[in-house]
Antibody
Framework: QVQLQESGPGLVKPSQTLSLTCTVSGGSISSGDYYWSWIRQPPGKGLEWIGYIYYSGSTYYNPSLKSRVTISVDTSKNQFSLKLSSVTAADTAVYYC???????????WGQGTLVTVSS | QSALTQPASVSGSPGQSITISCTGTSSDVGGYNYVSWYQQHPGKAPKLMIYEVSNRPSGVPDRFSGSKSGNTASLTISGLQAEDEADYYCSSYTSSSTLVVFGGGTKLTVL
């Protein structure tokens, strides 16, 4: 059974960089035809897709965040990561990592982690 | 404003059926059979309920079904149960540079 777990600081100051890691267990991150994605949900609001890293290492980001987002993978640790720079209060959200066979078929999700942007 | 339009809320009594709509355009819902539906209980991660318009992942009850007509996709839940009370989100592939769009979510209340 594949499991994903997000980790990282719960509080980030404005203008700094938000950094989160998703640790994958129950399967290798480098095997299989999967999209490893990040999605976020502001408190009380809907879901927003951030981007993905494909098992081959290629990435794609939501154009609205593209200039600030980097998704990378560390196969030795079976982890993939999210970095979001120059954060503002609008970036306060629960951040989820997920695995999908397609970018819109996200079968496995992490439990989510709340990141608050505040001084 | 979300790219896909869903009703803010729907409700039904136990045993009844309800349908949640998800309206997009020919660039997303209408143009591709890549519509998914997610169920989210408070404080929990979304759970995939339907993919590729009408397919159910293993473990999802057959009370949940999906369909599409034109630019509108629908999620139908028959034989409503108390545990179905949750938020439901549709998602679609889009030909725009965004690639993935979500609906604004629908709160299902089981009366």
């Amino acid at each position: 059974q594949v499991q994903l777990q997000e980790s990282g600081p719960g509080l980030v100051k404005p203008s700094q960089t938000l950094s989160l890691t998703c640790t994958v267990s129950g399967g290798s991150i480098s095997s299989g035809d999967y999209y490893w994605s990040w999605i976020r949900q502001p408190p009380g609001k809907g879901l927003e897709w951030i981007g993905y890293i494909y098992y081959s290492g290629s990435t794609y980001y939501n154009p609205s965040l593209k200039s600030r987002v980097t998704i990378s993978v560390d196969t030795s640790k079976n982890q993939f990561s999210l970095k979001l720079s120059s954060v503002t209060a609008a970036d306060t959200a629960v951040y989820y990592c997920a695995r999908g066979t397609m970018i819109v078929v996200l079968y496995y999700w992490g439990q989510g982690t709340l990141v608050t942007v505040s001084s | 404003q979300s790219a896909l339009t869903q009703p803010a809320s729907v409700s039904g009594s136990p045993g009844q059926s309800i349908t949640i709509s998800c309206t997009g355009t020919s660039s997303d819902v209408g143009g591709y059979n890549y519509v998914s539906w997610y169920q989210q209980h408070p404080g929990k991660a979304p759970k995939l309920m339907i993919y590729e318009v009408s397919n159910r992942p293993s473990g999802v009850p057959d009370r949940f079904s999906g369909s599409k007509s034109g630019n509108t996709a629908s999620l139908t839940i028959s034989g409503l149960q108390a545990e179905d009370e949750a938020d439901y989100y549709c998602s679609s592939y889009t030909s725009s540079s965004t690639l993935v769009v979500f609906g604004g979510g629908t709160k299902l209340t089981v009366l």
